[in-house]
C-alpha cells in the first residue's frame, strides 16, 4: 500500500505545526516562571505577543514557501529573541 501524495504546502504545513510543538513548551514554561516572580510589565506583554505574532508569520512563510530575504529565518529567531526578552526579565525581577 503506497503512501498518499500530499501537496508540496500540506508537508510545509505539518512541519511548520512540528516546529511550533517543539518551541511552545519553552515558551509556556518561559512565561509561567515571569508570572511567578511577578515580572508583569510592558516588556514580557509585548515580548509574549511577538512571539504570538512572530509564530503567526513564521508558519504563513513557510507553509507559502516564501525564501525571500530568508524571511522565514528572521521570523524564527526573533520569536526566540521574545522568549529570551521574557526570561531576562524574569531573571531582572527574581528577589535577591
Request: hydrophobic share 60%.
Amino acid at each position: 500500500m503506497t503512501e498518499p501524495v500530499f501537496p508540496h504546502w500540506v508537508v510545509r504545513f505539518k512541519r511548520s505545526h512540528a516546529n511550533l510543538l517543539e518551541n511552545l513548551p519553552t515558551f509556556i514554561g518561559v512565561v509561567l516562571i515571569a508570572h511567578l516572580v511577578g515580572a508583569h510589565d510592558d516588556y514580557t506583554v509585548y515580548a509574549a505577543w511577538a512571539f504570538v505574532v512572530l509564530r503567526v508569520a513564521f508558519a504563513v512563510i513557510y507553509t507559502l514557501g516564501i525564501t525571500f530575504l530568508s524571511l522565514r529565518t528572521l521570523a524564527y529567531f526573533c520569536s526566540l529573541g521574545a522568549i529570551a526578552v521574557i526570561a531576562w526579565r524574569a531573571v531582572v525581577h527574581l528577589p535577591v
